[in-house]
């Protein structure tokens, strides 16, 4: 009981700073939104500066903000080291397949099947059955009873196994 009263008041704490931070980040954005106001009244827009990379602007006050044009790097020397570290490359002994493969690779063909051969063995067992005590009948060895008795309670025990 103790421990979930300091865990709601500890709960309790953190929704507390929760709200004061988003208090604190809506005042900083509410001033910065009137501080730009203050400077669009007074004409005092900052925009930003831009820089033509590509562009040659026709205005010549434009032209202190160009930049200038990029130097293409020289690639041939970063081919040349990809190609000697291409050439020393480490070569792999020769890996047996065999060592690869699975020991059995039907096991999981056989984990699949097993529940389904096991209920058709029990009906297989069950028709079994059926058909010693269809022959024993129309044999009319009534006096057998006791063995068509013991031939489906082994059949019935072999099935429960």
Not at 51 to 59: E, G, H, T
Not at 135 to 158: H, T
Request: charged residues 35%; proline residues 4%.
């Amino acid at each position: 009981m103790t421990e979930s009263k300091s865990n709601v008041g500890h709960l309790e704490d953190e929704a507390f700073k929760r709200r004061e931070r988003l208090k604190n980040l809506k005042r900083k954005r509410e001033d910065t939104n009137t501080q730009g106001e203050k400077d669009n009244e007074e004409g005092k827009c900052v925009l930003p500066k831009p820089q033509f990379r590509s562009y040659k602007p026709l205005n010549e006050k434009l032209e202190n903000f160009m930049l200038n044009p990029a130097e293409p790097e020289n690639v041939a020397s970063q081919v040349q080291i990809q190609l000697e570290s291409a050439k020393s490359a480490v070569v792999i002994n020769q890996l047996d397949v065999t060592a690869l493969a699975p020991r059995k690779p039907d096991w999981d063909l056989k984990r699949d099947v097993a529940k389904k051969l096991g209920k058709l063995e029990k009906q297989t067992q069950k028709a079994i059955a059926e058909l010693i005590r269809y022959r024993l009948k129309e044999s009319k060895q009534i006096e057998d009873l006791a063995a068509i008795v013991n031939a489906g309670a082994s059949v019935s025990a072999y099935i429960d196994q």
